[in-house]
């Protein structure tokens, strides 16, 4: 079987192996692959692994000799999956790998708004703390997560554990999962999520419901001065209402490991904007959670030759 890795540098930059596929199959890696590029790094290939490269029925057309297609990530919104059912071609994924990871970064970014500290650390730095006369001083309003109120959309493993994490701080938790549980503690519906929250955070796939769902309307229904949080996808929010919302203050901050294009455009409507914190959609890329990651892939790829596949993902 001939294997096809198609962006390998985001799993593996150089500081992990490869060399398990090879058990399985004879394995070819590129680095990275442009649109234009797809077909041709694919060509005979029986089976390849990507991340975030987009496999589209065009692609599967003029790949038949493909049968398998692994998706290094949880989320597989870069797959044509009614295409890749109609050609019989076997799809997975990597669930739960990143929960501990993402959940923690989510953390790591509310607490920029929380405590300031990349503005205190480069005050202090900047020479600001030299000969104040007071022993303190702070840049900016530090706020308490204790009885804030967290609203969680989203609540499959990492939700979960946004949950778990915030209610260790003290805050009140209500969640939204894709469909109305009763069952579930603290369960609400959007719209009383949106009025209660004072801090949002995204945790929902990107599909077609959920695309935007973050938008002036959405945005309108939230309490004055929310901050929002985004590890999930950035095309779960409309980019120029978030940016209008920042402006006039509505929220009073957005965080997010991902935005609708990436790698970023120059044109990217959150760039440059006040109280907007950006991170290159790094959540995921603890070595820990690489390394489960690519142990998840391999036994994925050695159950597909077993004909015992894992992890499926049909339309």
Not at 285 to 291: D, F, G, K, V
Request: charged letters at 20%.
């Amino acid at each position: 079987m001939q294997l096809t890795i198609l962006d390998g540098k985001a799993l593996n930059p150089g500081d992990i192996s490869w060399e398990e596929f090879t058990k399985y199959a004879d394995v070819r890696v590129y680095e990275n692959t442009k649109e234009h590029e797809v077909i041709s790094h694919i060509g005979s290939s029986d089976a390849i692994l990507l991340n975030k490269i987009n496999i589209t029925s065009d692609v599967i057309s003029q790949c038949p000799n493909l049968k398998y297609i692994g998706v290094l990530a949880t989320g597989y919104n870069v797959i044509d999956l009614q295409a890749t059912n109609k050609a019989n071609i076997c799809v997975t994924n990597i669930p739960s790998y990143s929960t501990m990871a993402v959940a923690q970064h989510t953390f790591a970014l509310m607490m920029q708004f929380s405590n300031q500290i990349e503005m205190h650390n480069t005050s202090v730095h900047n020479g600001e703390w030299i000969d104040r006369d007071c022993f303190c001083y702070w840049k900016a309003p530090l706020i308490e997560l204790y009885n804030k109120t967290l609203g969680i959309i989203g609540y499959g493993n990492i939700g979960k554990q946004v949950e778990k994490i915030a209610k260790a701080y003290g805050m009140n938790v209500i969640v939204c999962p894709h469909k109305f549980n009763s069952n579930i503690e603290n369960c609400v519906t959007m719209q009383e999520l949106l009025a209660k929250s004072d801090f949002i955070s995204l945790h929902t796939p990107l599909t077609e419901e959920t695309k935007q769902m973050i938008n002036k309307e959405s945005i309108s229904q939230m309490k004055d001065g929310v901050f929002l949080i985004n590890t999930a996808r950035g095309g779960l929010v409309n980019e120029l209402d978030v940016k209008e919302a920042l402006i006039s203050k509505k929220i009073a901050g957005y965080a997010a490991d991902v935005i609708a294009n990436e790698p970023m455009n120059k044109d990217c409507p959150l760039l440059n904007i006040d109280n907007c914190i950006l991170t290159p959609h790094i959540a995921w890329a603890t070595s820990e959670a690489r390394q489960r990651l690519l142990a998840t892939a391999i036994e994925n790829v050695k159950a597909f030759v077993e004909g015992t596949p894992q992890n499926t993902i049909r339309f």
